[in-house]
């Protein structure tokens, strides 16, 4: 059985920490950590798509995001796979 990952639930505005919770399928821990991670894919789609958009970003900028884009839409196709099961 693999280890279960945290999952991010955001960051404290106070501490600026961020706060990680191993979640259960179903848990209301679980749902606060899909909600953020569809808002903060939501936000890095609107910088990803202003860049582009720009037209001005070298490749070698661009190639910065891969990661970060990569990490956005393996959650996201966690949680729409954890919802048809």
């Known amino acids: 059985m693999s280890p279960t990952p945290l999952r991010s639930l955001g960051v404290d505005p106070a501490t600026g920490k961020e706060a990680f919770a191993v979640t259960r399928p179903g848990g209301l821990l679980e749902e606060l950590a899909d909600t953020h991670a569809l808002k903060a894919a ?44």
Do not use: Y
């Open 42 to 85: 939501a936000v890095l789609v609107t910088v990803v798509g202003a860049v582009l958009e720009a037209g001005k970003a070298s490749d070698t900028e661009l190639a910065a995001f891969v990661p970060t884009l990569h990490a956005a839409l393996e959650e996201c196709v966690g949680i729409m796979a954890a919802d048809r099961q």
